[in-house]
């Protein structure tokens, strides 16, 4: 297997809606004592050799033997200074925050992916015991601040396992987030990702119904010409079987009402803006901005339809919304709270990730 391989294997994974979109997830190889991980903002589906950063894993290791402060900003900062350290010669791009988690699985492959049945899983209420019950040989690892934290707690939960089993996780599930798998071939992560995502399905009360209906041209003219004054974006709309069950009231809205994932935060904003029917989009818009400090990305018209600022939010919808019914076969969807969204809202390394992502 070879660095082209993986090259190949990620653009097929990132180019299908089904596992990830835009500039989610990340893929590895392991040669030697080389890390060859993917740089923070590039897309899989479109990835060249550019798009890896090779790291020095006995550098990475090293991370793990300094102390790093307690101030979320501050640990973060120091961290990533590290990990630019830990880049070998002549590499300028900057690796992925996740990178730590990839160098510590012991495995030659690792793919990391944001599938919305899977996430389906780890954004409901009974996920942890889903996991368990269906995958009784993976990690289940709570919703826990991404960077550092996270890769620190998959690392002690790693040294456990393996200190009681003799074994090492190869399945990772990541409560509001993904999944990582890894494998000695990626032959071998295809299998698992096939079985998990089949393992899923057939455990599905329904699927989301993305037929596509009409609406009333007069109003979807009307409002988009109210959005469009708020930005140079071009304002798409969709209405379909899905978005009308839940625009019918605030109670069905608030089943996608707010971030099930970082990717939701980074790409679609923290929440779509709600407009009851009848009521003023500029209004409502304009009262938005001044509540969260933010524009909506999303915005969602009662019996009408959902509107995007842009071609990059739209997907993101439509992920929230098949979490959100994949979910129903999980005890019903978990968002992440208050707490993380405003730490995924303010975190340098979303804000970097959204800005590549957008030249």
């Not at 942890?128 to 690892?141: K, N, P, T």
């Not at 998959?154 to 074994?167: D, F, I, M, P, S």
């Not at 992440?336 to 030249?359: G, H, L, P």
Request: with cysteine; charged share 25%.
């Amino acid at each position: 297997m070879s660095l082209q391989e993986l090259l190949e294997h990620s653009r097929r994974y990132g180019s299908d809606p089904a596992f990830v979109l835009l500039g989610g997830g990340n893929t590895s190889y392991k040669e030697g004592r080389t890390l060859f991980v993917k740089a923070s903002g590039h897309a899989l589906g479109t990835i060249g050799k550019e798009g890896f950063v090779r790291m020095d894993l006995d550098l990475l290791d090293q991370i793990w033997h300094k102390q790093y402060s307690q101030d979320d900003e501050e640990r973060e900062d120091e961290v990533l200074k590290d990990m630019m350290f830990c880049r070998l010669e002549g590499e300028t791009a900057r690796p992925s925050v996740e990178a730590l988690l990839h160098a510590l699985l012991p495995f030659p492959y690792v793919v990391h992916l944001h599938p919305a049945l899977v996430n389906g899983l780890t954004c409901a209420q009974e996920g942890e015991a889903s996991v368990h019950r269906l995958f009784g040989d993976a990690l289940w690892v709570e919703l826990v601040k991404p960077g550092f934290i996270l890769a620190n707690i998959v690392r002690e939960r790693l040294v456990e396992h393996q200190a009681k089993t003799g074994k090492v996780y190869s399945l990772i599930f990541l409560q509001n987030h993904g999944i990582f798998v890894g494998g000695q071939s990626l032959g071998e992560i295809e299998q698992v990702y096939a079985k998990v995502l089949g393992t899923i399905e057939a455990q599905l009360v329904r699927k989301p119904d993305f037929t596509d209906l009409g609406a009333d041209e007069v109003k979807v003219g009307q409002v988009m010409d109210v959005l469009q004054a708020f930005g140079k974006e071009k304002v798409l709309f969709r209405n379909t079987v899905e978005f009308k069950r839940i625009l019918a009231d605030r109670s069905s809205f608030a089943k996608v009402s707010s971030s099930f994932t970082p990717d939701h935060i980074v790409y679609a904003g923290f929440k779509p803006l709600w407009v009851d029917e009848g009521a003023e989009v500029k209004k409502a818009f304009v009262q938005f901005e001044r509540e969260h400090g933010s524009s909506p990305k999303i915005v969602c018209v009662q019996n009408l339809g959902v509107f995007s600022l842009g071609e990059k939010p739209l997907p993101l919808f439509f992920d929230t919304v098949a979490i959100s019914v994949y979910s129903e076969s999980f005890g019903g969807p978990r968002f992440m709270d208050e707490a993380m969204i405003n730490f995924i809202r303010n975190w340098e390394v979303e804000k970097y990730r959204s800005q590549v992502s957008t030249s």
